[in-house]
């Protein structure tokens, strides 16, 4: 069953259904799906979305839980918290905002069983496909504390799990006093 927010129409407050929900209109507030939400070209919504699948043509800000992909269309812009097994984004998409990984059970119990699950389910290559899903975790700025918007690469990378530094090995040997200019005998430090 499919349902639609027609263009020139605002729907406020909690939504709740199951099937497909087609928003061309302006959703703002809650929204609870079973199935594949679609959000237009034109189309906007400002909510708390849970759904199976979020395919985004249009605006979509709040935050995202999607409990198999989120893909997002040429055109697309995703201002979002975003939680899913898979992220797709085309080339001319956007995407701002956070990307949590989701297994296909769920959410892991810690972080590290989570960076588990997403190095064994990274592919070792990049994907030639222009909408390829990509594994997580998505790549962030690392320049930037705050979040920063990008435009989606062409073919979609997949990232390894960095393992954490090995801690740095302390220098061998006494502290070292700083060397004093010649014709100095003395040192006046507190």
Known sequence: MSSRIDPGLTLEGSVRGDGELVVAGRLRGALVLQGTLVVEEGGVVEAEVEATNVVVAGTLSGSVTAHEEVRILPGGYVDARVRASRLAAADGAVFRGEL???????????????????????????????????????????????????????????????????????????????????????????
């Open 100 to 190: 949590q990984a989701l297994n296909a059970a769920g959410p892991t119990s810690s972080p590290r069983e989570r960076n588990v699950a997403a190095a064994s389910a990274a592919p070792s290559r990049i994907s030639e496909a222009p909408a390829a899903a990509v594994s997580t975790p998505a790549p962030t700025p690392t320049a930037a504390p705050k979040k920063r918007a990008f435009a989606a690469p062409v073919a979609a990378v997949a990232v390894p799990v960095a393992k954490p530094a090995a801690p740095r090995a302390a220098p061998a040997g006494p502290p070292r006093m700083p060397t004093l200019p010649k014709g100095r005998t003395t040192f006046n430090g507190r």
